[in-house]
């Protein structure tokens, strides 16, 4: 009786399909990346970076102090952190693990869209994570 159709976005050839990234959950996990990673700040976000032996993906890990904010607007800042990493994903290296904090004392009327990609860019430019275009083609 229904008769829905589904429909496929065409990808072109040659674009890279999202990597995998997995996220950082155990304790020990941040606490290695935290302390053996190198440090990177922006205006509004710091961020820990270690190499992984993992060479095909990456790992994330968000960590947003409690001081920070209620947990309404901790989430907010920990959703545009993801969707903002998941945008920049393809434009990095593999094989690294970064953990991204608010900084203290930012107030949370910064966390913009537009002011976190900005941070990112910056962090990954400083930290030699992007892939160059010319590589990519």
């Known amino acids: 009786?229904?008769?829905?159709?589904?429909?496929?976005l065409p990808f072109k050839k040659g674009t890279?399909?999202?990597?995998?990234?997995?996220?950082?959950?155990?304790?020990?996990e941040f606490r290695?990346?935290?302390?053996?990673?190198k440090y990177y700040s922006g205006k509004n976000i710091?961020?820990?970076?270690?190499?992984?032996?993992k060479k095909d993906c990456n790992f994330l890990g968000l960590a947003i102090s409690v001081k920070?904010?209620?947990?309404?607007?901790?989430?907010?800042?920990?959703?545009?952190?993801?969707e903002n990493y998941k945008i920049l994903e393809n434009d990095i290296i593999n094989g690294v693990s970064i953990v991204f904090l608010w900084k203290k004392g930012i107030d949370t009327k910064n966390a913009q869209f537009n002011?976190?990609?900005?941070?990112?860019?910056y962090i990954?430019?400083?930290?030699?994570?992007?892939i160059d275009k010319a590589q990519q083609i």
């Open 115 to 121: 002011n976190i990609k900005d941070d990112m860019n």
């Open 1 to 8: 009786p229904f008769n829905i159709k589904f429909f496929h």
């Open 68 to 82: 920070t904010a209620k947990a309404v607007k901790r989430n907010m800042i920990k959703r545009l952190l993801r």
């Open 46 to 53: 710091e961020a820990y970076v270690l190499e992984n032996n």
């Open 124 to 130: 990954f430019d400083k930290a030699n994570l992007k």
């Open 32 to 37: 290695k990346v935290l302390s053996k990673g």
């Open 16 to 28: 890279n399909i999202m990597k995998k990234t997995k996220m950082l959950k155990k304790n020990y």
